[in-house]
């Protein structure tokens, strides 16, 4: 049973930066797409980042330059660096987990939420 845990959400001002970190258990690891998805209020869910075993990575347009995902195989962890935060990137950020086959079972975090407000 994979599990997932996210922490460093929070409240941050616009222009700001913060970083979001996931956990991973129960897993070989390094064989799973990370991912960071959001969902900002009223909206439904977005693929934020990706980061897959043969090294491919996503990022979504809006957040091309500001956000950066990194992936540490040894320690089992991902993180999501936010730069010059917009109001707009408010939403609760989760992580999720999978292996890269046609119909992959998806694991999420519970979830941490960053609100970017003054």
């Known amino acids: 049973q994979v599990q997932l845990v996210e922490s460093g959400g929070g409240l941050v001002q616009p222009g700001g930066s913060i970083t979001l970190h996931c956990a991973a258990s129960?897993?070989?690891?390094?064989?799973?797409?990370m991912g960071w998805y959001r969902r900002p209020p009223g909206k439904g869910r977005e693929l934020v980042a990706e980061?897959?075993?043969?090294?491919?990575?996503y990022l979504l347009d809006s957040v091309k330059g500001r956000f950066s995902m990194l992936r540490d195989n040894a320690n089992r962890t991902v993180s999501l660096q936010m730069n010059n935060v917009k109001p707009e990137d408010t939403a609760i950020y989760y992580c999720?987990?999978?292996?890269?086959?046609?119909?992959?079972?998806?694991?999420w975090g519970q979830g941490t939420q960053v609100i970017v407000s003054s």
């Open positions: 129960g897993t070989v690891f390094s064989r799973h797409v």
């Open positions: 980061n897959r075993p043969d090294g491919k990575m």
């Open positions: 999720n987990s999978h292996l890269p086959v046609a119909a992959p079972l998806d694991y």
